[in-house]
C-alpha cells in the first residue's frame, strides 16, 4: 500500500493566519489526490480533488497544489469554520489511503 | 439532495457476523460507484471495500479482504457491507460513500453518510 505522511499532527492557529498542511506519498500518485475535512461528529466533507481541482461549493481560501509524492492544502485566511481536522487521500491505484490527519486548533 | 444514511451496526462478539446497510437517495444510485471507509472513534480514515456502479468491479483493502462482502442493489438504491469473522480490530465507524461522477470507477469520495458504529467486543 502506499503510505500518506502528513505534518504537522496538530497545528495551532489564529484567525486570519495562512495555514499549510503537508502530505507526503511513499511513491509517486501522480496528481491523484484529494483532501477532506472533518469536524467532530461529523462526517468527512470532502475539499479537493486531483490535488489542485476545488469541489463546487468550497470557499475560495482552500487550495490545494503539488505532483508526484509532496502535496500541500492551504487556508489562505483561516476562519472560525476552518478549525477542524484535515485528511489527505491517494487514489492512484485501487486502495486508497489516507493521511493520519491534521488538527487545526485555536491558537 | 444527496442523501446515504447507513444502519446495522451493532455490539457484536469476536468471529460473529453482520451485514450493514446504506441507503441511498437524492441521486441516480445505480450511476455510481460507491465505498465503505471506516473510522476508529478519535483515529483516521481506513478505505474498507468498493463497487462499480454495476458491480461488475469490486475492491477490498487487505485487512477484510476474505471476510467482508460488498453487494448492491440498484432497484432499492441499497449498498450492503456483509462482514464475517470480525475481529476486535473491526471495532469503528462505518461510512458509505459516493463518488463525484457517475459511470467512473473513482475511488475519492463526494458525499460521505453520517455512519453506523459496529463494536466487536467479548
Known amino acids: 500500500d502506499i503510505q500518506m505522511t502528513q505534518s504537522p499532527s496538530t497545528l495551532s492557529a489564529s484567525l486570519g493566519d495562512r495555514v499549510t498542511i503537508t502530505c507526503r506519498a511513499s511513491q509517486s500518485i501522480s496528481s491523484w489526490m484529494a483532501w477532506y475535512q472533518q469536524k467532530p461528529g461529523k462526517a468527512p466533507k470532502f475539499l479537493i480533488y486531483k490535488a489542485s481541482s476545488l469541489e463546487s461549493g468550497v470557499p475560495s481560501r482552500f487550495s490545494g497544489s503539488g505532483s508526484g509524492t509532496e502535496f500541500t492544502l492551504t487556508i489562505s485566511s483561516l476562519q472560525p469554520d476552518d478549525f477542524a481536522t484535515y485528511y489527505c487521500q491517494q487514489y492512484n491505484n485501487y486502495s486508497p489511503t489516507f493521511g493520519q490527519g491534521t488538527k487545526v486548533e485555536i491558537k | 439532495e444527496v442523501q446515504l444514511v447507513e444502519f446495522g451496526g451493532d455490539l457484536v462478539q469476536p468471529g460473529r457476523s453482520l451485514r450493514l446497510s446504506c441507503a441511498a437517495s437524492?441521486?441516480?444510485?445505480?450511476?455510481?460507484?460507491m465505498h465503505w471507509v471506516r473510522q476508529v472513534p478519535g483515529k483516521g480514515l481506513e478505505w474498507v471495500s468498493g463497487i462499480s456502479w454495476n458491480g461488475g468491479s469490486i475492491g477490498y483493502a487487505d485487512s477484510v479482504r476474505g471476510r467482508f462482502t460488498i453487494s448492491r442493489d440498484n432497484a432499492k438504491n441499497t449498498l450492503y457491507l456483509q462482514m464475517n469473522s470480525l475481529r476486535l480490530e473491526d471495532t469503528a465507524l462505518y461510512y458509505c460513500a459516493k463518488v463525484p461522477r457517475p459511470y467512473n470507477d473513482l475511488y475519492y469520495f463526494d458525499y460521505w453518510g453520517q455512519g453506523t458504529l459496529v463494536i466487536v467486543s467479548s
Open positions: 437524492g441521486f441516480s444510485f445505480d450511476e455510481y460507484a
